[in-house]
């Protein structure tokens, strides 16, 4: 499967016509150990925190194969951690749905932190921690939105308004909200039907098309992404049906009336025949994140890409290109002083993730000439040594530090013999050239056949 991937991630960049490495092209999509969808991406303590459904790598009866949510995080925009699994249908102990686990988002109140889940035919439900990254645990055992139309109760997004007051938005094709209580896991139910208040889809909220019945309709579709910014709040969606694009309307008030404003993203090749997208500021630059099949070239196995942008000056928001470039400027350097974890990267090929909760997460999978890229790595002065913590129940091999791209300069090899089990974990140690400044790095992996070791973290020393 890994090596399928590559020759997906070169012949998509350039088309049948040329092959070139994407270390030196691509920074989207910026997940590429994982297939991950339905960004919902949350800024907390100076971190951005994504959280992502879960493509699986094998699709069961041709259809979205989801069981489990995921978390990343990045201080840099640029270089993503990997948290790994922080949530999945086994943490909901009241039903036994085993697939499903589609759109999330999160939001940190009180010092707590509430994940809202859509669990496909059974609505929607919440779980709690007190950690971004998890464990998440079901803090009311049993589904958060009881309706009467389960089956289009997906897709929430929540955020909290100047007042205190918390909203949770959801719906296909249709779109609802609740005012959630201060504890974020029920809601007022003075409200609306039950406490569930419906939205009217007039053509003046979400603009027009024909439905599929022939009747007018809106172009909303799915997907909503609700936030405030200035004081105007925006619903932003996945729209038009299928191939989805990206719409979005505004409001002066959370319960309206919306104004269609037009489209955000228009559908690209590599898109996937649905959309999700979610938009963050954050120090001082606006992001929308969405999903695409550039790895995959399949809708059923998704990828999560960013773009940065800007409002224009009436808060309006612009048409936004999909690229593959993504985000080139990165708004912090990472220091390498400090340990990293193997598995913050900005592009790898050929490498997987995996992890538990004794083990944490680490890279595997590795194989000769599978390498990741990490972005902006501040040397400083220069350093003398570099130090890994790396497991194998194999013949090993050696890790290649080079500058820029994987066949930039050497300035570092580093061997890694049989520590006598795949997480058995040694620390190992080389000289490196010194070199001065920011550099983007490259670890390319090398050895004989078959997978050579696992791969958890490293570091510099001077």
Excluded at 380 to 408: C, Y
Excluded at 419 to 444: P, R
Aim: charged share 20%.
């Amino acid at each position: 499967m890994n090596k399928i991937l590559n020759t997906f991630y070169k012949i998509f960049l350039v088309g049948a016509a040329v092959v070139v490495s994407l270390s030196t092209k691509a920074q989207n999509p910026i997940i590429q150990t994982n297939f991950t969808a339905d960004p919902a991406p949350m800024v907390y303590d100076g971190t951005v925190y994504l959280y992502s459904s879960h493509d699986e790598d094998s699709t069961v009866n041709n259809f979205f194969t989801m069981y489990d949510w995921r978390c990343y995080s990045s201080k840099d925009m640029v270089n993503w951690t990997d948290h790994g699994v922080v949530a999945s249908l086994k943490d909901f102990a009241w039903m036994d749905k085993t697939n499903g686990a589609w759109a999330p988002q999160c939001i940190e109140r009180n010092g707590k932190f509430y994940l809202y889940v859509p669990i496909h035919g059974e609505g929607i439900s919440v779980l709690v921690s007190d950690s971004p990254t998890g464990p998440f645990t079901d803090p009311i055992g049993k589904r958060l939105i009881n309706s009467d139309h389960i089956w289009q109760d997906i897709d929430p997004t929540v955020a909290i308004d100047n007042n205190g007051q918390a909203w949770l938005f959801w719906g296909n094709p249709s779109l609802w909200y609740v005012k959630l209580n201060e504890d974020m896991t029920s809601y007022d139910h003075s409200i609306g039907q039950n406490g569930i208040v419906s939205i009217e889809m007039t053509a003046e909220a979400f603009g027009s098309k024909e439905g599929r019945d022939g009747k007018p309709g809106t172009t909303y579709t799915e997907g909503p992404w609700f936030y405030k910014r200035n004081n105007l709040y925006y619903m932003i969606y996945a729209a038009e049906g299928i191939p989805e694009y990206i719409s979005y309307s505004t409001a002066n008030s959370p319960e309206g009336p919306w104004t269609y404003k037009g489209q955000i993203m228009k559908r690209a090749d590599h898109l996937a025949f649905t959309n999700h997208a979610g938009v963050i500021d954050f120090k001082g630059n606006s992001y929308i994140f969405y999903h695409d099949q550039a790895l995959s070239e399949q809708g059923f196995k998704r990828s999560v890409s960013v773009e940065q942008f800007s409002y224009n000056t009436d808060g309006s928001i612009p048409l936004i290109t999909p690229t593959k470039e993504g985000v080139i400027n990165n708004i912090a350097n990472l220091d390498p002083y400090q340990r990293v974890e193997a598995e913050t990267i900005a592009w790898s090929e050929g490498l997987k993730t995996a992890g538990n909760s004794q083990e944490g997460v680490y890279v595997t999978k590795i194989e000769n000439g599978d390498y990741l890229k990490v972005r902006n790595v501040d040397f400083g002065k220069g350093a003398k040594t570099f130090e890994a913590s790396v497991a194998s129940f194999s013949q090993g091999g050696k890790i290649e530090i080079r500058l820029s791209n994987p066949d930039g300069e050497l300035i570092g090899t580093i061997d890694v013999e049989n520590t006598g089990g795949w997480l058995k974990w040694a620390t190992v140690k080389s000289n490196i050239k010194k070199i001065n400044g920011v550099h983007d790095i490259c670890f390319v992996f090398k050895g004989s056949e078959g997978e050579l070791f696992n791969f958890d973290w490293w570091k510099l020393n001077k």
